[in-house]
Nanobody, 126 residues
Framework: QVQLMESGGGSVQPGESLTLSCTAS?????????MAWFRQAPGKGREGVAA???????EVADSLRGRFRISKDISQNILYLHMSELIPEDTATYYC???????????????????WGKGTQVTVSA
């Protein structure tokens, strides 16, 4: 099974930007697997943020489109989440997920993914 490690979290002020990274290692012999970002705020369920498929298809949650962007360095197996114009409601633990295949109609559903990182905390406050 692939191992995932998130990094790049921290404390920022509203309006600032932050980029998270997820490094994948081990597991499958090639990099042609699906990857995604989720987040979970205290007391809330795990929310789909964005997903990336190596054929170029991407999906970003409707509520975050325009502020959040996903990209991947395929050669290095590193997934990025570029977040801009951060607001306090973006405060959460951000998780990286991966799987060999996910139904493309369900990319932002947490229960569709089997491999998870341990998360990185993002706090947005004045």
């Amino acid at each position: 099974q692939v191992q995932l490690m998130e990094s790049g979290g921290g404390s920022v002020q509203p309006g600032e930007s932050l980029t998270l990274s997820c490094t994948a290692s081990g597991g499958w012999s090639d990099s042609s697997y699906y990857m995604a970002w989720f987040r979970q705020a205290p007391g809330k369920g795990r929310e789909g943020v964005a997903a990336y498929i190596n054929d170029g298809e991407q999906e970003v949650a409707d509520s975050l489109r325009g502020r959040f962007r996903i990209s991947k360095d395929i050669s290095q197996n590193i997934l990025y989440l570029h977040m801009s114009e951060l607001i306090p409601e973006d405060t959460a633990t951000y998780y990286c997920a991966a799987d060999r295949w996910v139904n493309r109609a369900r990319l932002l559903r947490a229960n569709q993914w089997n491999s998870w990182g341990k998360g990185t905390q993002v706090t947005v406050s004045a």
